[in-house]
């Protein structure tokens, strides 16, 4: 042999020997092959002092399910060698063919890694199954831009350890997810299963054939027969529901405008009144309910306009729920009705143009006519004040002359010395009474507690009170408030509470005018008056 080739040999044998001191760092899976649901390890063993390990790329295929970490030292000559060895779940998404990538160790890459993820068996949807979903849609021909309800059931009759319960939405369609997941058993065919609700609600934008997949869940059992004490004493499981085809239907010529299809519509009354007064207003409290349609697809809730009745609406109170898997919205809106003459009066009531699907025929929900009887009203405050009665004149009656004498005359004087200064105290305390209880305002909640409490009304009334002002005269009010923030914040209230404007946009005016209390003008007196007063205490 050469003393080249010899040379070459034991640099060749040197780089063997001093490898494993710079390659410390390296990756490995437990697997390579594995079943959707199951999970994998991957391990990480590094000698560099790392504390955790970056997972984000992991992420973007994978759901991480934990992580461990063991640190070992060996003493070796009188040296230390220190190794961490981390390991990581992973569970794939699906199955297919997957790269786990490389990853930073301190200053060193793992390797890419290769996996291979097969699908699991579909359990069929039936209650012979150990697992099973269901797929519900409430119409299979509904229109475009209806409200579909669809409930997904996962049921399940062994101890289901984890699991993911998907839907996919389908093209041309938006799908979204409704409120909570609902469990409650189920007795099927003798026996006992767990269900899992969950509602979606599916709108579809065009007309024509729409195919929803059937939802899907990737999940693990646990291994009764193992004790199910241990990630090797689970087993994947995947269950599928059946598609579901739906035709949609176009928007039929001459349907009401705005499009409203709905399995049910209903108008009703809840508070009607029977009698109003000129001037002054009468509430009206209505309830429309939408069977299949969501607030947001409620039409406005108005009052038609009435000749000699002005109407005001306050903002309506929505609610949304869902029944007999589909959405149901209910909206309540209270009407203030003031007519502006006596008399008997028969106001129409609202009604709604709406679409029933279920019969494929324009309907109309109309309430009946509100039968008013309005009477005039009081004097309003500060109007005028009520005629005193007229002195009835005496019959002349003949006296026969007679002479006073200067007693007669003396007591005279002396009674209306008395009698006068008393009737007038009398009288003065008596008017300052009846202004005092008409100027009174009506006891309420505070500014402060209104303003939190939200109730325009109520903020309305407290200003009233506040500012000494009689009834609901905001623009007295105004007058009050030499800040011109806060007396456009009032001004902005009153549009809201009559319908002319953003009820929580004058709440939140008002909140910022009044955030550090209300301001209010004073009254200046004169100087002090040379004239006693004229009702003294």
């Not at 437990?30 to 991957?42: C, F, K, P, Q, S």
């Not at 349907?255 to 029977?274: D, E, G, I, N, V």
């Not at 026969?400 to 009288?427: E, F, K, T």
Request: aromatic residues 6%.
């Amino acid at each position: 042999m050469s003393r080249g080739i010899t040379r070459w040999l034991l640099c060749l044998l040197l780089v063997v020997v001093a490898w494993p001191a710079g390659a410390q760092t390296r990756a490995w899976l437990d697997r390579a092959e594995i079943t959707v649901g199951e999970v994998v390890a991957l391990n990480i063993a590094t000698d560099q002092r790392v504390e955790a390990i970056d997972d984000a790329p992991l992420r973007v295929q994978f759901d991480i399910g934990g992580q461990s970490v063991r640190r070992n030292t060996v003493w070796e000559n009188g040296h230390g060698q220190s190794s961490t060895v981390f390991a990581v779940g992973l569970r794939p998404r699906g199955p297919g063919i997957f790269e786990v990538p490389a990853l930073r160790v301190g200053g060193a890459m793992t390797r890419p890694l290769r996996l291979v993820v097969h699908a699991a068996a579909v359990a069929p949807a039936s209650a012979d199954a150990d697992v099973f979903v269901e797929t519900d849609v409430d119409a299979s021909r509904p229109y475009v831009q209806q409200s579909v309800g669809v409930t997904v059931r996962l049921h399940y009759a062994v101890p289901l350890l984890s699991g993911q319960l998907d839907l996919e939405a389908p093209a041309h369609a938006s799908l979204q997810r409704v409120g909570e997941d609902i469990t409650y058993p189920r007795l099927l065919g003798g026996r006992r299963y767990n269900v899992v609700e969950r509602r979606y609600l599916l709108v579809p934008e065009r007309s024509g054939p729409l195919l929803l997949a059937g939802a899907r869940l990737n999940g693990l059992l646990a291994n009764t027969a193992a004790g199910g004490l241990f990630m090797e004493d689970t087993r994947p499981v995947a269950a599928a529901a059946p598609a579901r085809a739906l035709q949609v239907l176009p928007v039929p010529a001459g349907a009401p405008t705005p499009w409203l299809p709905l399995h049910a519509f209903t108008l009703r009354y809840l508070q009607q009144p029977r009698q109003a007064w000129v001037g002054q207003a009468a509430t009206v409290d209505v309830e429309a309910v939408a069977d299949g349609a969501t607030p947001a697809q409620m039409p406005a809730l108005e009052w038609p306009a009435t000749a000699g009745v002005q109407v005001f609406p306050e903002p309506p109170q929505v609610e949304e729920g869902f029944v007999n898997g589909r959405p149901r919205a209910t909206v309540r809106r209270r009407f203030a009705l003031v007519p502006g003459h006596a008399g008997q009066m028969l106001i129409p009531g609202p009604r709604v143009r709406w679409w029933n699907a279920d019969l494929q025929a324009a309907r109309v929900a109309e309430l009946p006519p509100l039968q008013l009887q309005v009477v005039p009203g009081a004097v309003p405050v500060g109007g005028p004040a009520p005629a005193t009665l007229a002195t009835v004149p005496k019959r002349a009656v003949p006296i026969p002359p007679r002479r006073q004498a200067w007693g007669d005359w003396a007591w005279g004087w002396l009674a209306w010395a008395v009698i006068l200064p008393v009737a007038w105290l009398a009288w003065g305390g008596r008017r300052r009474a009846v202004s005092a209880r008409r100027l009174a305002p009506t006891a309420g909640p505070t500014l402060a507690e209104a303003l939190r409490a939200g109730g325009l009304t109520d903020i309305a009334q407290a200003l009233a009170h506040a500012a000494r002002v009689p009834g609901d005269d905001m623009e007295a009010v105004c007058r009050r408030l030499p800040d011109a923030a806060q007396a456009d914040a009032v001004r902005q209230m009153q549009a809201a509470r009559w319908g002319q404007g953003d009820p929580q946009e004058a709440l939140q005016a008002l909140r910022k005018a009044f955030s550090g209390g209300a301001r209010w003008r004073r009254t200046h007196q004169g100087g002090k008056s040379l004239l006693p007063p004229l009702y003294p205490d």
